[in-house]
């Protein structure tokens, strides 16, 4: 059985924690609120944190951009070592750390795991991107001149994360920022406040063993933080995960000032089943994709668009593993789904069974909140599967739950644009061994998302790509590949060797 506690202590949280941290600096004001965190396994307070207030965050800026000053004079592959021991650090906590995250948070204790192990991913990536920020050079029209570009770091970034995947989405961020020369601000979500504040006590004895100063990782707790970051010119960069609706208004605000932002918001993703599936492997995909995290993955599985002939007996099938689902405990290793993040999640996940029906779902596996002793959080609930046609309003809401939605198609075409048929655009994927099938869905003509895997389920990226999807997805990109980019300001640079100066464009000026 799991020590929590010992779980706490190992990871520096205390009863009562600060709300705000420019590495190894903890304080609040002295006028702070709290934010209590209760884990959705059991009900019980694990521990609160302070609320930081507007004093607490102009002290956390003016040692971030004194930090800034410093950290962009350092060579990248210094930097790139900072985030080396970083990795290894997370090394040696990831047992502690994907504990607390399964307990805070509720998903499985492997999945607490896989989040760990993706920051450990991260790290690594960008440890060799460190020696690898490459700039173009280009050929001048001008002779005796040369033109290359430049990739320099852009300051104080801001990370506003979500409760889903409370220490991976920072560290892709955050992991990339560093290298890129940026310092980072984070805004965790304030229903897991404490794996945020276990993470920054990583970094900052990491920190603190090579003599940095403050300010390259700061923490601030508390929803208003949000809201200053979005409207302060200091911070160049905002990377927001999270809702459509408060991603919205983030990028409205930060655009408003100029200011760039990262947005990765909802998802609604589907999965075709091709009468040429492989049905053993497309019947684990779906169900892991759908009922993995509780179905709170912004990559979660919402949707499959099975093919006509196999439709029933793919349902039957289907109806048949959720039988086998053991729903409980995530830290214990036997169970398959864990609760929702809290009550409210309860709520919006029956409102939208309710809501499916009054638009005419038809339920093959019913739904419910479950309660007795074990389920005495009031957070678990039954994942449930639905028929229904992709118009319905609530098929094209993304319901952070575990809701499977059935839908039947004919041809491929049909299929790709139900899938295509909703407003957001992150993941999606086809299972079928025809390779016609397979390449029209991966063409242009085929899936409009970020994301889009053949013969892989919809969830469970992997960091080496960018992640990230189109539409009201919001169009950022993190993680992998040249996601690096966004964190940085791109400089063109001509560099004249000649003893004349001619003019582009062939331009003729005498004086
Ligand atoms: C998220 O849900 O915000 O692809 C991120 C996945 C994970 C990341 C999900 N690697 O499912």
Redesign the pocket.
Known sequence: KTNISSVLKNLGIQELNPAYSTGNHWAASSNAKTIDSYSPVDGKKIASVQVATADDYETVMKKAEEAFVFWRGLPAPKRGEIVRQFGDALRESKEDLGTLVSYEMGKSLQEGFGEVQ?MIDICDFAVGLSRQLYGLTMHSERPNHRMYEQWHPMGIVGIIS?F??PV??WSWNTALAWVCGNVCVWKPSSKTPLCAVACQHIIAKVLKANDMPEGISSLLIGNAVGDMMNNDKRIPLVSF?GSTRIGRMVSTAVAGRFGRSIL?LGGNNAIIISKDADIEMSIIGAVFGAVGTAGQ???STRRLIIHEDIYEDFKNRLVKAYGQLRIGDPLDQHNHVGPLIDVYAADMYTDAIEKGKKEGARFVVEGGILSGDQYSSGCYVKPCVAEVENHYEIVQEETFAPILYLIKYKTLEEAIALQNGVPQGLSSAIMTLNLREAEQFLSAAGSDCGIANVNIGT???EIGGA?GGEKETGGGRESGSDAWKAYMRRQTNTINYANTLPLAQGIKFDL
């Open positions: 993706e979500a889903n995947f991976a989405v995960t990765e993955r912004c990559t969830s469970g990226a992640f």
